[in-house]
């Protein structure tokens, strides 16, 4: 083990020792292909059986065949849009929002770019959807409206239930897609209950300590949408491609273990994060935590720091052996700020400022200390080199003071 603090768990996740175990055998083993006809096959065709059972269980009691196998959630949501847009022609209106993970939000514009209409549902400075936009964009035209459980840079929470009632109120033929990746294990899903107007779910194991390279995607059944990848039989013909059955077994047994240890696992990362907030917001000036006064996940904190850079705390913390996330991994790389926090109209002095950390069931105590006692320091070097910071005064400069409640940069 090395000494590095993982804070990232947005990001992905390692695999749970447990979920290793499981599906190890089905590389070296057991490494038939499901779909031949010899006898050694049948042990790898009935695992993918069981556990599509088991994930189809821990949503709610969906329906096996209810659930595909994918790739990651990349595939699962892109499968969810261009799938209901191949089997439905006749429509091309679709509603998302503007902080969707860019597997929505970037099939979105491209969308546009095609000559689809997508209207882009607004949210306040907290995250939280425009309600009354929200239903003014539904038509009886809509194809599909998709709208994520939780955001993967603020862990805003999407009032999902409620959404997908009111858009079969509004119009029962509109097919409702969630990306559930940063939810699932995380917040209660039930496929058969709160979550009953839910058409399409995607999500990926490697948010949750399976590995990189498995999702899936819940199709109710009766949903029109056709297979993304053609060329093989496999997932009922609804996914060509031969199955990644040991990464399949290992999926559905994260799940298990999610669902399994929540409650006690859940209670001991919001105290964690919550103590990490608190501290922060206490000892340094100028900073504020992104998606404050929504419902969040309990494993993620987002703190805008005014004046300073992003890349530079995390380039410190990384001395440090702290790893974090600037925004979605995605995003990262590239200068211009996240279009999660200008979406939010998050001030201009902190847009580039903002650090996402992100705590998982592996995180300890001692490493939110070790945060809490190098963090203050990082934030006050990096000021004392900004052009905007007084360093006399630790303070910032009259002329930046309005900075504060502007949204674009100042001429
Ligand atoms: N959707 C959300 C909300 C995410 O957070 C991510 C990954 O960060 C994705 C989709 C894409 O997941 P994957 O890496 O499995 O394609």
């Known amino acids: 083990m090395t000494d590095t603090i993982y804070l990232d768990n947005n990001a992905t996740t390692c695999v749970a020792p447990e979920v290793f175990e499981a599906l190890t055998p089905f590389l070296i083993d057991e490494y038939y292909n499901p779909s031949s006809l010899y006898d050694p096959a049948h042990g790898p065709a009935e695992a993918i059986t069981a556990s599509r059972k088991q994930v189809a269980r ?30 439905n022609p006749d429509r091309r209106h679709i509603v998302t929002t503007g902080v969707e993970h860019p597997a929505i939000f970037s099939v979105g514009e491209d969308l546009q770019r095609r000559g689809f209409e997508v209207s882009f549902v607004p949210v306040d400075t907290d995250g939280q959807i425009d309600r009354v936009e929200f239903v003014r964009a539904l038509r009886s035209d809509t194809l ?57 779910l995607s999500f990926s194991g490697h948010k ?5 390279g498995i999702g899936a995607l819940f199709i109710r059944r009766g949903t029109r949408c056709r297979p993304f990848l053609l060329g093989g039989h496999q997932e009922g013909g609804r996914r060509a491609g031969t199955e990644n059955v040991a990464f399949i077994v290992g999926l559905a047994k994260a799940l298990e273990l999610a669902m399994e240890n929540h409650d006690e696992d859940e209670a001991r990362i919001q105290a964690m994060r919550d103590r990490l907030e608190s501290e922060l917001v206490e000892r340094i000036p100028y900073l504020e935590v992104n998606g404050k006064n929504a419902p969040r996940l309990s494993n993620t904190l987002n703190v805008a ?45 902190a847009i580039h400022g903002s650090v996402r950390f992100s705590l998982s069931r592996y995180t300890t105590d001692e490493e939110i200390d070790k945060v809490i006692e190098v963090f203050p320091g990082i934030v006050n070097n990096l000021r004392r080199l900004s052009p905007y910071w007084d360093v006399k005064k630790n303070e910032p400069r009259p002329e930046a003071m309005e900075m504060l409640t502007q949204t674009e940069r100042p001429q």
């Open 208 to 212: 949750l300590h399976a590995p990189k």
């Open 305 to 349: 720091c005014h004046f300073i850079e992003g890349e530079g705390i995390l380039f410190q913390l990384s001395a440090e052996g702290i790893c974090a996330s600037s925004g979605s991994a995605c995003t990262s790389g590239s200068l211009e700020p996240s279009h999660v926090l200008r979406a939010m109209h998050i001030p201009f002095s």
């Open 58 to 87: 821990l949503l709610g009691k969906a329906r096996p065949d209810e659930i595909l196998f994918t790739s990651c959630a990349t595939e699962s949501n892109n499968t969810a849009v261009f799938g209901t847009i191949a089997a």
């Open 144 to 200: 599909l409206v998709s709208i994520m459980h939780a955001n993967n840079e603020t862990g805003v929470i999407y009032p999902v239930e409620e959404l997908s009632r009111i858009t079969k109120e509004t119009e029962p033929s509109i097919i409702f897609h969630t990306d559930a990746t940063q939810t699932v294990g995380k917040l209660p899903i039930d496929l058969r209950g709160s979550f009953k107007n839910v058409d399409l």
